[in-house]
C-alpha cells in the first residue's frame, strides 16, 4: 500500500509548550513580515553572490556561544555555517547561522511516553520515549528561536547499494546535535548561498541535492563523481521539530532524497562527523530497531550479527535520531519495498505538499 498522500492534518510526533497566560498558542509563524522583530539575527538581504559563509551571530546571542563552551572546535566552527530561513510553506525570507537555527534553551523538560510522564533529569533521555512528545514547561524557554517559530531548510539522503541495503551512519560523538545516534545516510542543511538555494521546488530540490552532494563527501568521504546529480530522487519533504538537548534542536523542512548510484561507493568517513557507518537489509534495520526498544526497557538483547549479519554487538546501546525514526515509521519501509517496482516509485516521488509531522 501506498504511503498516505501528505496532509496538513498528519500528525507523526508532537513538540507543544504550555501557551503563556495571553497567548492560545505555544507556536508562532514566521513570515517576511515578522521574522526580523521576532529573531533579529536573522539576515533578510539577498543570498550571498559568494560562497563566502558570513555569522549572522550578534550580541545578543551571547549565551548560544556560552552554550557552545567545551565543545569540539570543529564542531563549534561549523555552527556558523549560514542556513536558509524558510516559511511553514519552504519560501526563503532569509539567512542564520546554525547555531541560531538551533536555538532552544528550554530550561524545563517533561517527558510523556504514553501514560508515563515526569521530569528529566538528563536532559537526552527525552529521546528515549516512543512515540516522540516533549512537554516544555516555564515561560522561559518561549524566548528560543525555534519556539519564536525559526524554520530552516534540511535534507536527509538514503543510498542503497546494488542489494538494496540502505547505508546508515552513527552520530560522531563530537557532534552538538544527537551525537552517537544512528540515523539515514546522510542528513544537513542547504547553506544561504546560489548554488543550494532555490525559490521554487524544483530549484530549491536542486539545490539541495548539490548540498547532498558536499556534505556525503565531508562525511563519508564519498567522490562526487560517485554520486552524479541524476542518480538523486526527490521524494518529500517533511516538516517536523525535535530536541536534542535542553540547548539545542531541530526545526526543518526536510528533503528526502532517494540515492542509487547503481555501484559500490568508496568510503573514508570523517571521524569527526561520523563514528561508523554500515550497509544493513531492511531486516537488519528492523533488527537494530528492536535492539534500541530493548535498551530503552532495560531488555536483555540478542546479537543482531545472528540474524542478519550485520556485525551488531550486544554491549552497543542503540539510539536513533528522531527524524529517522519518523521517515521509517512513516514512509521508508514503504518506500524500500517498492524500490524495483519503477510504475510504483515513480507514484511516490515528486510530492509537492508537505508533510506535517508537528
Known sequence: MAPPPPSATTTVTTMVADPPASSTSSSRTLNAHNVIRLVPEVDTRPTSTTTDQQTTTQEDDAAAQDALAGYDAEQIRLMEEVCIVTDEEDRPIGSASKKVCMWLHATDLIYRSGAASGHVDEPRAILKTTPLTIVMRNAGHLNSNIEKGLLHRAFSVFLFDPQNRLLVQQRASEKITFPDMWTNTCCSHPLSVPTETGNNLPTSTAGAIRAAQRKLNHELGIPISQIPADKFEFLTRIHYKAASCETWGEHEIDY???????????????????????????????????????????EVKVDGAAANGEGLQKSEPLKFTPWFRLICEGMLFQWWERLDDPEAMAKLKGETGIRRMC
Do not use: H
Not at 532517494?258 to 568508496?266: A, H, N, S
Not at 569527526?272 to 530493548?294: C, I, K, P
Open 256 to 298: 528526502i532524497l532517494l540515492l542509487r548510484p547503481g555501484r559500490e561507493v568508496t568510503l573514508d568517513l570523517n571521524e569527526n562527523e561520523v563514528r561508523d557507518a554500515r550497509f544493513v537489509s531492511m531486516d537488519g534495520l528492523r533488527e537494530m530497531f528492536r535492539q534500541g526498544e530493548l535498551d530503552r526497557n532495560g
